[in-house]
């Protein structure tokens, strides 16, 4: 009897088709080879089982084995009835079979029985022959209603078994994927495993698919994105329910109390008391000069506000305003006392004494209250020389006096100084308009150089202020150099900076020499708004050094220069990132739009802010909020020594355009105190962006936006800003207009700048906006600047790479998935949606006036399903899509270094080698691109001549049929081809994609 046996690795199946009744099947698989039958174990209810069971057949006649034939049947088992469903077969002929060292593991595609069978998917076999005589044969052992044990086969048989299907796996001709074991091949066991051992695949997937879910949250989390970009509760957007001055919000509208509501229905009413000290008279004499040096003390409870003192003067005017939170006050009477300054101890001159629950209450648009004059009294209350000017009153933040007065929230005990006072208080600033300047250098000519012997290389050197650029050296024949270059600047109103033009001769390395130099002021530079032509002018050039005089009066000509300069009003000047505009409006302002509505914002309060700094032992923080949005910033006053502090300030935009942004920051005011480690900077502790055209007209959106900063450290929760914004629409038809107009003015596409313009524009925009706002008091500091306009955001980041492509491959997945299902309809995986996808094409390819409706219909219901789920909430900055909550370490330093680098040569030399690695995979694509190309082109370019020949051909033939044949009916045949039966079809590449790719490119050309 010969020893040679066939063996049979049942492995997997894939995609069965459900047939037990419940969307599921319970699979076996039956072998039949040779006159015998032998049975795999039964996988109850899966549709990708799993065995992994093997089987081996003795070999009668060897000579014969290539007429023999293996029958692999798929059967569906239903205990209730004792019966089974035919779900597919696979019939492998005796000249396949080879031997166990060749053997890998390949997925067959499940044939019919008859012409009415109904099957779907693969299976998975492993067919090999041996002669190994210690391998008893399993089809005399059992019988073939008998489930299959695994036979008693050497251990060594076995882990040679397993170590060849791991091997298999990773090198198998299939497009579907095997589970991988996390094991070892090595150490596998040799008893067979169990069901629930087996489909690993299977728990990855739902493991997978668990961590994608959301975790259950609260009922107040507001989730703004899919599935795919949840992120942690704690950085969640929150929904919240505050009561304002207009009454309680609920569901964006405010349901409005009994009483009148204020004016100022986006923030919580806060009253204070309002101290005006207006000024003195007749104080008497302190001094034995019989002089005084008074000031005024304010005093409620522990809070106390002074004013600045005089020096010997007996009637002096503060005009000075103090408000007294009346949430904090404890005591009932107001104490404001006149006293004498001394290098001491300040000497008491007289006092004026208020019962605050007598105090009248103001309110908007009231005018304001009359001050009155107060006679001073001693400690024991009788009245003595000298009379005080006051005013006490009641109010809200509505009350004129609250920007500027001094605030008993606000109040340092670190630093109560006028000049910290100043540092505190709510302002509001208006960005300077700024100004293209455009100077194009024509020529110059008689230039006049020291050296004789030579002609000179010259160039133009034209500055602003800190703007310096330069045109490109000419090595002219001759003293009349030609250069014509456009060189940008900005510039802002007022005009304080000169235009300084130099002409420069390059006499060697380093070394240049002015020929001649002009200075014109930008208040005489002529202004444009379109793109008609600047006259251009001569221009005389000054010598820099005379020392003759004499001979400067036998001057009779000068050297010149022709240039053409203008004022481009035309252009919108971008100062901020181009995603986070908050305006798009040109410079000049005859070509403004009126405004399409009103934009109002609360800044509430802050809570759980992280502390910034340590006073008397503990952390706190000094917490400001700054508001942009157009050319007008917002700053509230700063809340010292608060971790939770209330703003309550409200204020008002215009808005021209929807397609903008509403920044919100919060800092630190790093200038009160003693200066810190960070260099007296302020510090951020976050910012939020609001897009307008994301609001809805008429509706308050009052959120707790969580204050995100990534840090050297990973992600970092900073605490969380309370906001309530209203976008009111004034003009519907005019909103609606601008959706069809450019987004950006006119300019910006009839004469465009480069990458590179716009960046080197930005960077100085930037500059000098913050040098306009320093200048304010309180001055709003460059690092705010800089945090508020993103100045940052076009530097490299590994991280921002990775977001940037997984947004892509998000933009891209709707693609994919059409992809997919038409995938399967070619594939008929579902045979009645294919029927009726091909019903549907037949229709569009005999009525093709059907196909545009049919698409804008489809998208049109698309639409209307989609607005049960629209988005009821602004976006908030999301961590997973930023991809900051993995972020790696190194990434991170990598993305907060300076630029340029200040890390060591060999971290330096780390990071330049995987950016070498990312862009030689960036270059991989775009090779792979252009060798498409370059084959399309060799369709015809005779590059190959039996190619291009074939080409020729097949068009000519294809001119003729399409021309004698009915559009209709090549469309039919071409539709019908593509999604033709799996039957009809094969795993190979077409024809003509077997063409296409042979043709040549020009890789053959590349070094």
Not at 377 to 385: A, L, R, S, V, Y
Not at 822 to 830: A, L
Not at 938 to 962: E, G, M, Q, Y
């Amino acid at each position: 009897m010969s020893n040679l046996k066939l063996g049979v690795e049942v492995v997997d199946a894939h995609n069965l088709l459900p047939r037990d009744g419940h969307g599921s099947s319970s699979a076996f698989v039956e072998l039949h080879f040779d006159g015998h039958d032998l049975r795999t174990t039964i996988k109850e209810r899966d549709l990708n089982p799993v065995w992994n069971e093997t089987f081996y057949f003795n070999v009668a006649d060897p000579s014969n084995l290539h007429c023999l034939t293996l029958d692999a049947y798929v059967y569906n088992t239903t205990k209730a009835s004792d019966s089974r469903n035919f779900l597919g077969r696979v019939s492998l002929s005796g000249t396949s079979f080879v031997a166990y060292s060749d053997a890998v593991i390949l997925h067959y595609p499940l044939e019919k029985r008859g012409m009415f069978s109904r099957v779907r998917g693969e299976l998975g076999l492993k067919v090999f022959i041996t002669s190994d005589a210690n391998i008893r044969s399993t089809a005399t052992a059992l019988p073939s209603d008998v489930p299959h044990k695994e036979p008693e086969v050497p251990a060594l048989v076995k882990i040679s078994d397993s170590v060849v299907h791991k091997k298999g796996e990773s090198k198998r001709h299939t497009f579907h994927h095997l589970p991988s074991s996390s094991q070892p091949a090595a150490s596998t066991p040799p008893v067979m495993p169990h069901r629930e051992q087996v489909p690993q695949r299977d728990h990855g997937a739902a493991f997978a698919a668990d961590k994608m879910k959301a975790e259950p949250q609260p009922s107040k989390l507001v989730r703004m994105f899919s599935a795919a970009s949840n992120q942690p509760a704690d950085f969640a957007l929150k929904e919240t329910s505050p009561f304002l001055g207009g009454g309680r919000v609920v569901g964006g509208r405010i349901i409005r109390p009994e009483k009148t509501a204020s004016t100022y229905d986006l923030v919580e009413q806060m009253y204070f008391l309002y101290v005006r000290v207006v000024k003195a008279r007749d104080l008497p004499s302190m001094d034995i000069s019989g002089s005084i040096d008074p000031f005024v003390e304010v005093k409620v409870g522990n809070y106390k506000g002074i004013t600045k003192h005089f020096e010997k003067k007996q009637n002096p005017e503060w005009n000075q305003v103090f408000a007294f939170s009346k949430e904090r006050m404890q005591a009932t009477f107001l104490d404001v006392k006149v006293k004498d300054k001394d290098l001491v101890k300040d000497d008491f001159v007289g006092i004026v004494r208020f019962d605050v629950n007598e105090v009248p209450l103001r309110v908007p648009p009231d005018s304001p209250l009359a001050p009155e004059w107060y006679k001073l009294e001693d400690k024991k209350g009788m009245k003595i020389k000298g009379e005080l000017m006051l005013a006490v009153w009641v109010g809200t933040q509505a009350d004129e006096a609250f920007p500027d007065a001094w605030h008993s929230d606000a109040a340092t005990p670190v630093d109560s100084t006028p000049n910290s006072i100043s540092l505190i208080r709510s302002k509001v600033y208006h960005a300077p308009r700024l100004w293209y300047v455009r100077v194009n250098v024509v020529e110059a000519q008689d230039l006049v150089p020291t050296e004789n012997n030579r002609f000179p290389d010259v160039y133009v050197k034209v500055q602003i202020g800190n703007q310096m650029m330069k045109t490109k050296t000419v090595q002219a024949r001759s003293f009349n150099p030609l250069w014509n270059e456009d060189l940008m600047f900005v510039a802002a109103e007022p005009f304080e900076d000169h235009l300084v033009i130099s002409v420069e001769d390059r006499i060697g390395p380093g070394k240049d020499e002015v020929l001649g130099k002009l200075i014109i002021p930008l208040s005489a530079v002529e202004k444009r708004a379109d793109d008609r032509m600047i006259h251009s002018r001569w221009f005389n050039l000054e010598k820099p050094v005379m020392v003759d005089i004499d001979q400067i009066k036998k001057e009779k000509f000068s050297s010149k220069i022709h240039l053409r300069i203008c004022l481009d009003g035309g252009y919108h000047v971008l100062d901020e990132s181009t995603h986070y505009s908050s305006d798009l409006r040109p410079t000049a302002k005859q070509l403004w739009k009126p405004p399409i509505g009103v934009l109002e914002l609360g800044i509430l309060n802050a809570v759980g802010l992280h502390p910034m700094k340590n006073r008397d032992g503990r952390g706190t923080s000094d917490t400001y909020c700054v508001a942009k949005y157009g050319h007008k910033w917002v700053r509230t006053r700063t809340i010292v020594d608060n971790l939770s502090p209330k703003f309550n300030e409200q204020y008002t935009w215009e808005v021209f355009d929807p397609a903008t942004v509403l920044m919100v920051g919060v800092f630190d005011n790093g200038q009160l105190g003693e200066k810190g480690g960070n260099g007296n900077k302020d510090l951020k502790i976050g910012k939020v962006r609001i897009r307008i055209s994301t609001l809805e007209a008429g509706r308050i959106y009052t959120h707790s936006y969580p204050l995100l900063v990534l840090s050297p450290t990973g992600v970092k929760k900073m605490g969380e800003l309370h906001l309530a914004l209203r976008f009111s629409c004034t003009n519907f038809a005019n909103m609606l207009y601008t959706y069809t107009r450019p987004l950006l003015p006119k300019m910006h596409y009839v004469r465009p700048f480069n990458i590179m313009q716009l960046d080197i524009l930005r960077h100085q925009a930037v500059t000098i906006v913050a040098a306009r706002l320093g200048r304010a008091e309180p001055p709003l500091r460059k690092e705010v600047i800089e945090y508020m306009s993103d100045a940052d955001s076009h530097l490299w980041s590994m991280r921002k790479s990775k977001a940037n492509f997984f947004r892509l491959m998000t933009v891209f997945s709707g693609l994919f998935a059409v992809g997919k299902w038409f995938g399967d309809i070619c594939m008929w995986r579902n045979p009645i949606t294919t029927v009726l996808v091909h019903i549907l094409f037949s229709m569009l390819v005999c009525f093709p006036e059907l196909i545009l409706p049919t698409m804008f219909l489809y998208m049109f219901l698309i639409g209307v399903w989609n607005f049960r789920y629209r988005p009821r909430y602004p976006p908030h900055m999301n961590t997973k899509i930023s991809q900051a909550d993995a972020v790696h370490p190194d990434e991170l330093d990598e993305e907060f270094d300076t630029f340029p680098t200040t890390k060591g040569a060999d971290l330096v030399r780390i990071r330049y080698d995987r950016l070498r690695s990312v862009a030689g995979r960036i270059q991989t694509v775009v090779g792979d691109v252009a060798t498409q190309g370059e084959r399309i082109q060799a369709l015809l370019s005779w590059r190959d001549p039996r190619a291009t020949a074939i080409f020729v051909i097949f068009c000519l033939v294809a001119a003729l049929v399409l021309y004698i044949t009915p559009f209709q009916i090549i469309a039919a045949l071409a539709g019908f081809y593509v999604m033709r039966h799996p039957r009809f079809r094969h795993r190979l590449p077409s024809v003509p994609i077997n063409f296409f790719r042979r043709l040549p490119a020009r890789t053959d050309s590349m070094l």
